[in-house]
């Protein structure tokens, strides 16, 4: 192993369902990453266990006092985290405070960034402030309840009841009439304590990515959602069922709007590293915000890698950028 390159940790895992989504992702980072400049660990985190993977049959107990590892009678300690945890504690802020506690540079967004964009009900409410449009909403905490009809008149059908801090649509059901409420909610409880129940909007799907450095700001094309089920579900996110244009079908001065719009999210939230926001553009050409992902899918057919083939970059490059901008 080479002491001269830089060691880089690809942190995956977590404690949700999404723990498999992760797995995809850290091995597509793995893929696009530069080899002849960085020694490459998958580092796995679910619960209390934390190891390092050498080999299915091989793995080594993660030192959590420095986050290191001892191989062979050597230890080795990391420069770089690239977190790739969809959901807790990955997704949320819980791991980015543990590496700022260590002083451990990582890949995605700040502790507060990380909280405020894992709670959708949150960030919607926090970004509305400053003008994002966003739909009707609310939230039910573990032990809350609302009645049928508090749905029907605040919210109408049909609308989403999801948990408000997972991802990769699980628990998440369109309703679309009043008898259907409590079992989705029932349902979205068992992802989660939180609960978000949320206005269906007409439209098309789009979503945008975006990583900024100390010396570029790079906002990628616009992908078109087109699913071939309800709503874009895990069987369309992970199993084929659905449509995915780059660049999306819609004008260059709604592309344009849609950019400028995701830049300026970014820096609102003050992200850090790769993001990918979500959109429904309604009659009008409204751009409404769906949710903010700072730890989007990196499998090699996530939407972020679609987006820089689109704009003509290279993927590993792209990962030198995020990895470099934190070790310099």
Not at 38 to 55: C, K, P, R
Not at 105 to 126: E, H
Not at 286 to 308: D, R, W, Y
Request: glycine share 8%; hydrophobic share 40%; proline share 3%.
């Amino acid at each position: 192993m080479s002491q001269s390159k830089k060691n880089i940790a690809i942190v995956a895992g977590g404690d949700s369902s999404e723990v498999v989504v992760s797995l995809k992702s850290a091995a597509g980072l793995y893929s696009f990453m530069d080899k002849d400049r960085y020694n490459l660990f998958i580092i796995t985190i679910v619960g209390n266990v934390w190891q390092v993977e050498f080999s299915d049959t091989e793995k080594i107990e993660i030192d959590k006092n420095d986050f290191s590892f001892v191989h062979e009678g050597i230890k080795t300690n990391f420069d770089f985290a690239y977190i790739t945890i969809h959901g807790t504690p990955g997704e949320n802020g819980i791991l980015q405070g543990y590496f700022e506690l260590i002083g451990l540079p990582y890949s995605c967004c700040g502790v507060l960034a990380a909280a405020i964009t894992f709670n959708k009900f949150t960030c919607n409410q926090y970004l509305k402030g400053f003008g994002v449009k966003v739909s009707e909403s609310l939230v039910l905490r573990k032990g809350q309840t609302v009645t049928n009809e508090d749905v029907a008149s605040k919210i109408g059908f049909p609308c989403f009841i999801k948990p408000n801090v997972g991802g990769s649509s699980f628990g998440v059901t369109k309703v679309k009439s009043i008898d259907q409420v409590q079992p989705a909610i029932a349902h979205a409880f068992a992802e989660g304590d939180e609960v978000m129940i949320e206005a269906f909007l007409v439209g098309t799907e789009i979503t945008c990515g975006i990583y900024k450095t100390k010396t570029k700001a790079q906002v990628l094309p616009v992908t078109e959602v087109v699913s071939e089920n309800e709503f874009f579900d895990y069987d369309a996110k992970y199993k084929g069922q659905v449509q995915e244009i780059t660049p999306a079908r819609i004008s260059s001065e709604l592309t344009n709007r849609v950019q400028q719009l995701t830049s300026a999210i970014y820096d609102i939230l003050d992200c850090k590293g790769i993001v990918r926001i979500d959109y429904i553009i309604s009659e009008g050409d409204v751009i409404n915000l769906l949710e903010v992902n700072t730890t989007p899918g990196m499998t090699a057919t996530s939407f972020i890698p679609q987006q820089v083939a689109a704009a003509g970059l290279d993927i590993k490059d792209v990962m030198s950028d995020i990895i470099e901008n934190e070790i310099i």
